[in-house]
């Protein structure tokens, strides 16, 4: 339609979904120092996920906490 802007839909290829094995968190907290938008820590500095569907502005960062947690408790899905 002419004057009515395009609608952009996020769908699951664009979106990114996080999940995190707290049983397994070994409490590090390289996930908080890389992506603290995200991930934060209770008072055993188990891993608490903040946001599970985080903007674009994070993923990289998101990312970079999967890659940094050594007890490879967060997964990502989607982006």
Same mark, same amino acid.
């Given at each position: 339609?002419? %004057?009515v *802007?395009?609608? $952009?839909? @996020?769908? @699951?290829?664009? /979106?990114?979904r996080? !999940?995190v094995? &707290?049983?397994?968190?070994? =409490?590090?907290g &390289?996930?908080? $120092?890389?992506? *603290?938008e995200?991930?934060? /820590?209770?008072? %055993? %500095?188990?891993v $608490?996920?903040? !946001? &599970?569907? *985080? *903007?674009a502005?994070?993923? #990289? +960062?998101? +990312? !970079? &906490?999967? +890659?940094?947690?050594?007890a490879e408790? $967060?997964?990502?899905e =989607? #982006?």
């Open positions: 339609m002419i %004057g *802007p395009d609608q $952009i839909e @996020e769908n @699951e290829e664009t /979106q990114m996080v !999940e094995d &707290a049983d397994k968190c070994i =409490g590090s &390289a996930c908080v $120092i890389a992506c *603290p995200v991930f934060s /820590q209770d008072e %055993g %500095g188990v $608490i996920l903040l !946001e &599970a569907t *985080p *903007p502005d994070v993923h #990289e +960062r998101v +990312r !970079e &906490a999967v +890659r940094a947690c050594p408790v $967060i997964t990502v =989607g #982006e």
